[in-house]
């Protein structure tokens, strides 16, 4: 299993950034996979997650109506769209699954497989 981040970079208070992860040898259909962040000297905070069976989606309080998380089934492909991004929405962000079920965002623990990080700067 791989996954595989791309899309960080440097971006303006207001701007836009859209990240993506794509998942080798493990499949998104069933499972539940999310987006986290972390800066350092912080534990790694849960931002989204998407179900795929029932297309449920769920977000952290500071991104909600900010971030978009979706995904690409046949593609196995996994997205971030994040719009309005504030200087506190610099960390790097994760790629993350292999939860059995999404109930909310969920912690780091509840999940199996994460990608190598992509990071996000806004200034």
């Known amino acids: 299993v791989q996954l595989v981040e791309s899309g960080g970079g440097s971006v303006q208070a207001g701007g836009s950034l859209t990240l993506s992860c794509v998942a080798t040898?493990?499949?998104?259909?069933?499972?539940?996979v999310g987006w986290f962040r972390q800066v350092p000297g912080k534990e790694r905070e849960g931002v989204a997650a998407?179900?795929?069976?029932?297309?449920?989606?769920y977000y952290a309080d500071s991104v909600k109506g900010r971030f978009t998380i979706s995904k690409d089934n046949g593609r196995n492909i996994l997205y971030l769209q994040m719009n309005n991004l504030k200087p506190d929405d610099t960390a790097m962000y994760y790629c993350?699954?292999?939860?059995?079920?999404?109930?909310?965002?969920?912690?780091?623990?509840?999940?199996?497989?994460w990608g190598q990080g992509t990071q996000v700067t806004v200034s």
């Open positions: 993350a699954a292999g939860r059995p079920l999404c109930r909310g965002v969920g912690t780091r623990y509840e999940y199996a497989f």
């Open positions: 040898g493990y499949p998104y259909n069933g499972y539940c």
């Open positions: 998407i179900y795929r069976d029932d297309g449920s989606t």
